[in-house]
């Protein structure tokens, strides 16, 4: 069964910057692509950024060039750091993993469809605002 714990989340004026964290746990956890999704008020969850244990990474249009994701295998968490935030960034951030997993399966692939992920966190809280 694979874990995850998300971290970072805060209150933050325009302009600043956060950093989330993705902590994973489990068999297999480090092989898998890792996705992060945010779910404002009244909107559908949508893919922000994710990453595969090899660094293949991708981009929600939204956020390119102001959110960094980045994967620490060793630790086995995954970063996003987030910068030149704006109000529209407000959500919860919830990080989410493929499986299941099991010998010969691929789940070591970059998407950022919803649908793609079976594991999931419980979300850290991210308010822009001053």
């Known amino acids: 069964q694979l874990q995850l714990v998300e971290s970072g989340g805060g209150l933050v004026q325009p302009g600043g910057s956060l950093r989330l964290s993705c902590a994973a746990s489990?068999?297999?956890?480090?092989?898998?692509?890792i996705g992060w999704f945010r779910q404002a008020p009244g909107k559908e969850r949508e893919g922000v950024s994710c990453?595969?244990?090899?660094?293949?990474?991708n981009y929600a249009d939204s956020v390119k060039g102001r959110f960094t994701i980045s994967r620490d295998n060793a630790k086995n968490t995954v970063y996003l750091e987030m910068s030149s935030l704006k109000p529209e960034d407000t959500a919860v951030y919830y990080c989410?993993?493929?499986?299941?997993?099991?010998?010969?399966?691929?789940?070591?692939?970059?998407?950022?469809?919803?649908?793609?992920?079976?594991?999931w966190g419980q979300g850290t809280q991210v308010t822009v605002s001053s």
């Open positions: 989410a993993a493929r499986g299941p997993y099991w010998p010969g399966s691929i789940q070591d692939i970059c998407s950022m469809y919803r649908t793609s992920y079976t594991y």
């Open positions: 489990g068999p297999t956890s480090g092989a898998v692509g």
């Open positions: 990453i595969t244990s090899s660094g293949a990474i």
